[in-house]
Antibody, heavy 122, light 107 residues
Framework: EVQLVESGGGLVQPGASLKLSCVASGFTFSDYWMSWVRQTPGKTMEWIGD????????NYAPSLKNRFTISRDNAKSTLYLQMSNVRSEDTATYYC???????????????WGQGTLVTVSS | DIQMTQSPASLSASLEEIVTITCQASQDIGNYLSWYQQKPGKSPQLLIH???SLADGVPSRFSGSRSGTQYSLKINRLQVEDTGIYYC?????????FGGGTKLELK
């Protein structure tokens, strides 16, 4: 069974940094592109970016690429999201997702984690 | 970026009613369109992929269709467990973009 378990969320002050993790199990992690998606308190969904199965390539939403960095450790089956200089508008639930097909970039999100809540406030 | 305009934003329908939600893409995205259901307090779950293909385990009362750049999700015979928020997603051209969501409630 595919499982994605996010962690690392919490209350963080504006301007601070935070690193989220997503531990994957039930599949060969190193075969799949992985993405981060966030959902605001108003329920707007936003794709943050993704990373190639071998970690050699990343894509980001243009509005976030200067502050957010996605990485992965295939030996640990773990996906990361490094957030820097966070703002109040970064308050959201952050989900990691896996695409349906191995090695394939542009396909749908077949699996989602349970999410981790990040609240940016002083 | 490709804009996905989803409508309606909210919808109240009766049990057994037929419900339709639409997403209008700002440009051609082919069949690179998927639909997700999010029940209260849960993460989104895949319903439809490739515009018209039902995901594994999804009840057959759900269906997807496409007419040009307009995509529709139809729920036949609405059930209590269908309440929640529905989203479309285009994965034709990065950045991938979601529709604004449709909150579906029972009347």
């Amino acid at each position: 069974e595919v499982q994605l378990v996010e962690s690392g969320g919490g209350l963080v002050q504006p301007g601070a940094s935070l690193k989220l993790s997503c531990v994957a199990s039930g599949f060969t992690f190193s075969d799949y592109w992985m993405s981060w998606v966030r959902q605001t308190p108003g329920k707007t969904m936003e794709w943050i970016g993704d990373i190639k199965y071998d970690g050699s390539y990343t894509n980001y939403a243009p509005s976030l690429k200067n502050r957010f960095t996605i990485s992965r450790d295939n030996a640990k089956s773990t996906l990361y999201l490094q957030m820097s200089n966070v703002r109040s508008e970064d308050t959201a639930t952050y989900y990691c997702t896996r695409v349906r097909y191995r090695y394939n970039w542009a396909n749908w999100f077949a699996y989602w984690g349970q999410g981790t809540l990040v609240t940016v406030s002083s | 970026d490709i804009q996905m305009t989803q409508s309606p934003a909210s919808l109240s329908a009766s049990l057994e009613e037929i419900v339709t939600i639409t997403c209008q893409a700002s440009q051609d995205i082919g069949n690179y369109l998927s639909w997700y259901q999010q029940k209260p307090g849960k993460s989104p779950q895949l319903l439809i992929h490739s515009a018209t293909s039902l995901a594994d385990g999804v009840p057959s009362r759900f269906s997807g269709s496409r007419s040009g750049t307009q995509y529709s999700l139809k729920i036949n015979r609405l059930q209590v467990e269908d309440t929640g928020i529905y989203y479309c997603l285009q994965h034709y051209s990065a950045p991938w973009t979601f529709g604004g969501g449709t909150k579906l409630e029972l009347k």
